[in-house]
């Protein structure tokens, strides 16, 4: 009887995993190619019976697996097959509305999705600059956080500031919620400047676990993005008399974007870019269970190498399988995207979808009806409009409705509650603002009853 001599996905496993290491070898490199050649003749397979394109087939069976122990793996040079055998862009935006180029959309005649609006913070009279907001319903409050600086965003001497609502759309007068950054104040000669010599703090989000409030914020040397020194702290809220008491680091090197989530195992997820995230790519840090500070780290190969990936944006689709959105720092003006199988562990390599962006923030949320929505600046020209997308399942959306625009918005956080969507942006990196739209505007919007230019 003849030998089996195709590889198993073990075999493929440790041969992408070796190969990623650096080491190279003859029948490493074959194998491989062995591996590769069977997985994208797999992917046409499924799309064919499928009546699809290879494109349409999500390649989260890819066989460049991450190594399983949190390491950083070097991006010297690309692992991925040159660029004729790559699976096409995948398709995110789909409906007869959509256009072959979806960058030929006009993003000015989209649906209007109504709300009422309100301004949380507004630095534009002391030339100021307000943006990374957070929102969270705690103990019967909205909570708003956002990073508060001199000048234009991340300089030294930024701190993060904090306000409270009962309804979303009267909010208290703001409070500091980190202190000053170490030797960072304004009396500090590099107050408002860029250097490696002064500090800053950068919102980054509300973490309700276990009844608590903890809100996060990074810490570095404000030269760039981001300092050696990069750190993510931990404040507790004392809800006797709304003061935050610092934690101490929960993750050394880690700049999240957005606060954990809760994954299928029960474990919790946020994303993670350590301050050389250029080169080493981006990661995700799974764990907060046992401790807030206890983490393991697991990166999303090709993160560098197949796209500059930034502020990268995830969630858990119908089966349990968890998605990740990027945007493209070299510019495509397209969303990439990339699954994962085993609860975030291993990642299959980012794809270019056909959904236009703007190299921009994104956020979203699985609503309690099961349904999926993304804010975004979809127009990759500017950051105008902030649009919201619809989807049934996480993957593929069908709808898409004007926010607000006429002027640059952006930095988008989305909450539900009590029937409402709260979504925080930042106008002009000078005002915190506030949508609270009615979950009927997104029926109207996925019924397309909604008028246009209204």
Not at 377 to 404: C, E, H, I, K, T
């Amino acid at each position: 009887m003849a030998k089996n001599l195709s590889p198993n996905l073990s075999d493929c496993t440790r041969a992408a995993a070796v190969r990623s290491s650096g080491i190279r070898s003859k029948p490493g490199k074959l194998l491989l190619q062995t591996c590769l050649a069977i997985l994208f003749g797999i992917t046409a397979g499924i799309a064919a019976a499928q009546h699809a394109s290879p494109s349409d087939v999500p390649d989260n069976n890819s066989p460049h697996r991450l190594n399983r122990h949190g390491k950083t793996p070097r991006h010297e040079k690309s692992s991925m097959p040159p660029a004729r055998h790559r699976p096409r862009p995948t398709r995110m935006l789909a409906g007869t509305w959509v256009p072959d180029d979806p960058h030929q959309i006009d993003f000015s005649d989209l649906p209007r999705i109504q709300g009422q609006h309100a301004i949380v913070h507004d630095v534009r009279a002391s030339n100021g600059v307000n943006q990374h907001n957070y929102l969270a319903h705690h103990a019967g409050r909205f909570w708003a956080m956002w990073s508060d600086g001199p000048g234009i965003e991340d300089r030294v001497g930024q701190r993060v500031k904090f306000a409270t609502s009962r309804d979303g759309l009267k909010w208290s007068d703001s409070k500091f919620l980190t202190p000053v950054p170490p030797h960072s104040g304004a009396d500090s000669e590099f107050y408002n400047t860029r250097t490696t010599r002064g500090f800053r703090w950068i919102s980054r989000g509300f973490w309700q676990r276990d009844g608590e409030l903890l809100a996060l914020a990074s810490l570095d040397e404000a030269a760039g993005f981001f300092g050696p020194s990069l750190e993510l702290h931990a404040f507790r809220l004392n809800p006797n008399d709304e003061t935050w008491k610092d934690l101490g680091v929960i993750a050394k090197n880690t700049i999240n974007n957005f606060p954990p989530k809760k994954i299928p195992t029960g474990q919790w997820m946020m994303s993670r870019r350590p301050h050389d995230y250029k080169k080493a790519g981006v990661h995700f840090l799974i764990g907060g269970r046992q401790g807030i500070d206890r983490w393991q780290s697991f990166p999303v190969l090709g993160s560098s190498s197949e796209l500059s990936a930034e502020e990268p944006f995830w969630w858990t689709l119908p089966d349990g399988s968890l998605m990740a959105l990027f945007r493209d720092n070299r510019r495509s003006g397209y969303l990439y995207r990339s699954f994962s199988s085993d609860n975030g562990q291993t990642w299959s390599m980012p794809v270019q979808t056909n959904f236009p962006d703007a190299t921009s923030k994104i956020n979203g949320l699985r609503l309690r009806d099961g349904r999926y929505v993304l804010v975004s600046n979809a127009n990759p020209r500017r950051r105008d409009p902030l649009v919201l997308s619809l989807s049934a399942d996480g993957m593929a959306f069908y709808r898409m409705g004007y926010l607000v625009g006429g002027r640059r918005v952006d930095y988008p956080h989305v909450i539900e509650h009590a029937g409402h969507l709260l979504i925080a942006f930042s106008g002009g990196k000078k005002t915190v603002e506030v949508l609270k739209i009615p979950l009927l505007e997104l029926d109207r919007l996925a019924n397309d009853r909604i008028n246009r230019n209204q």
